[in-house]
């Protein structure tokens, strides 16, 4: 996808502070953070978002929550805990049309969310 934000960060075409990186996921900090670690975990792959993944997608949705988890213990979240949010289209808060989920964590975060 040529038109595509995280697409073009995931070639290396627009720099960012990666966190996570293999043949499947990249991982790096929000630009914008909502908390002090925000993360957003992408599969390098171009998926618009969670109503566009199928049934063959499924081993690609295991290996980004797998890889969140492993990040968040690695970031020290683990002990006071942390929040995974994937936004999907307009209602659900979406503005980047490449799937992503967002770690959040190193503060109290409120419930239910906005
Ligand atoms: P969404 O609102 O789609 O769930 O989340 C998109 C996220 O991408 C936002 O938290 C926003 O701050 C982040 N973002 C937007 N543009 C960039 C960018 O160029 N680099 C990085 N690292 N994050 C970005
Ligand atoms: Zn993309």
């Not at 925000?38 to 618009?48: A, C, E, G, T, Y």
């Not at 199928?54 to 213990?73: E, H, P, Q, S, V």
């Not at 999907?88 to 964590?105: A, M, P, S, Y």
Request: charged share 20%; glycine share 10%.
């Amino acid at each position: 996808m040529s038109d595509c934000l995280f697409c073009k960060i995931a070639a290396g075409h627009i720099p960012c502070t990666e966190v996570f990186a293999d043949e499947n996921i990249l991982a790096f900090r929000d630009i914008d953070p909502k908390a002090p670690t925000h993360i957003l975990v992408i599969p390098r792959r171009h998926i618009p978002g969670l109503s566009a993944m199928t049934d063959d997608d499924t081993d690609l949705a295991g290996k980004l929550l797998m890889a969140a988890t492993k990040i968040a213990a690695a970031e020290g979240l683990v002990p006071d805990g942390y929040r995974f949010v994937i936004n999907n289209g307009e209602d659900g808060g979406q503005t980047v049309g490449h799937l992503h989920l967002h770690i959040l964590g190193g503060r109290a975060l409120a419930w239910p969310p906005g």
